[in-house]
């Protein structure tokens, strides 16, 4: 497993080492060893989250309070462009992102700590979006930050307007979701 760090503190691209022959190809997707030893110590995963979409759909930037979720997320079929973004005040990152190409065919993985926001853009015609999670889902808790919000300038690699959900699209801006 290749290990590569962001430029957000803890935020990793996890690349695995796949083994491929005329049959087709073969890696370890998840090794709890290996992870843990990627972040620097033991992390329980409680959920697994499967999400499919469609091309230019994007979702997010979603983050719980009270309960915040690290994410462990990969694709399996199609191609996103993934963003974390520090919502953690103490930072010295606050208010950064960054964004990773994840697909079926690059196998990679994008580990996004506890305290950060998570969206997604479709890519390709649709997409297989898989990831595990520190803590469980809580609706009470989920908040959203816009996709759009000026203060962070996401370079969202649009090449059409986005396809947003009704929640999505009322969402805050960093500046108000550290006020609540």
Request: negative net charge; charged residues 20%; aromatic residues 10%.
């Amino acid at each position: 497993m290749n290990v590569t760090p962001t430029a957000i503190d803890g935020v990793l691209i996890l690349t695995p080492r796949v083994y491929e022959d005329a049959r087709g190809h073969f890696f370890e997707s998840f090794n709890q060893r290996v992870f843990e030893a990627a972040v620097g110590g033991p992390v329980t995963f409680v959920q697994d989250n499967h999400s499919f979409s469609h091309r230019h759909v994007l979702r997010g930037l979603h983050y719980q309070v009270e309960q915040p979720q690290g994410k462990l997320v990969r694709v399996v079929k199609g191609t996103v462009f993934d963003v974390a973004v520090d919502i953690r005040p103490e930072s010295a990152t606050f208010g950064r992102w960054v964004g990773v190409e994840l697909s079926a065919e690059n196998h990679r993985q994008l580990w996004v700590p506890p305290g950060l926001a998570h969206g997604f853009l479709v890519l390709s015609d649709a997409a297989e979006f898989l990831y595990k999670t520190t803590d469980y889902y809580a609706p009470d808790c989920e908040r959203c930050i816009l996709w759009n919000d000026p203060t962070l300038a996401i370079d969202w690699p649009l090449t059409a307007p986005p396809v947003i959900s009704a929640k999505d699209a009322q969402g805050a801006t960093l500046a108000e979701s550290v006020r609540r």
